[in-house]
């Protein structure tokens, strides 16, 4: 699976967009851009994924540029509990069954009153 | 409720000891995941069993163990624990499908051990 880099903390004010950057350079045509957050001691939850349209579901938007080597979650109107570990992470869908996914170390967002 | 039951959500044991987790996944999941997370560390992978039969190892200890079960529950066995060991222990479970697009998590179990 291809690597990730992503700024290892953030802060938005509340009510404003929270946009979190994401590197995946090495990214190969058949692999998917996932997020997962995790707020603190829960497990990590799924947020949105997508592999080379933006998308878009009632928690977030994903921009994925035109080269896929960066995409870009956005969190239209964050609020306090919007408070966690963002994670991006770059793996394949194959058949057969499901491999693991692979968290490098996220982005920690913290939303400011 | 994510649909992963994981039990115990807490667990205090002393050094040297066995404990079982045990992981209920989702309805329809056939793959079921194990991650560890010491504090302040990140998720790291253990090990995955679809449908019965081990699938992919990861940083998992020989001091560790898992199964998944004809009911596709599944536990993961720590003996001769240390305090290193303590952390959250994670389940995640998954659909297998081309489409797949969710891991769903459990809430964990926080082991401590003393």
């Known amino acids: 699976d291809a690597k990730t880099t992503q700024p290892p903390s953030m802060d938005c004010a509340e009510g404003r967009a929270a946009n979190l950057p994401c590197n995946h350079s090495?990214?190969?045509?058949?692999?998917?851009v996932y997020w997962y957050r995790q707020i603190h001691s829960q497990g990590p939850q799924y947020i949105i994924h997508g592999l080379k349209n933006n998308e878009t579901n009632e928690m977030a938007s994903l921009i994925i540029t035109e080269d896929r080597k960066s995409s870009t979650l956005i969190l239209p109107h964050a609020t306090l509990r919007d408070t966690a570990v963002y994670y991006c992470?770059?793996?394949?869908?194959?058949?057969?069954?499901?491999?693991?996914?692979?968290f490098g170390s996220g982005t920690q967002l913290t939303v400011l009153p | 409720d994510s649909g992963v039951t994981q039990t115990p959500k807490h667990l205090i044991t002393a050094t040297g000891q066995r404990v079982t987790l045990r992981c209920s996944p989702r309805s329809g999941d056939l793959s079921v995941y194990w991650y560890q997370q010491s504090l302040d560390q990140g998720l790291q992978f253990l090990i995955q069993y679809y449908n019965g039969e081990e699938r992919a190892k990861g940083n998992i200890l020989e001091r560790f163990s898992a199964q998944q079960f004809p009911d596709l529950h599944s536990e993961l066995n720590l003996s001769s624990l240390e305090l290193g060991d303590s952390a959250l222990y994670f389940c995640?479970?998954?659909?297998?499908?081309?489409?797949?697009?969710?891991?769903?998590f459990g809430s964990g179990t926080r082991l401590t051990v003393v």
């Open positions: 995640a479970s998954s659909v297998v499908d081309r489409q797949t697009y969710g891991y769903t």
């Open positions: 992470i770059v793996r394949e869908i194959s058949s057969g069954s499901a491999r693991q996914l692979t």
């Open positions: 090495t990214i190969s045509g058949n692999e998917y």
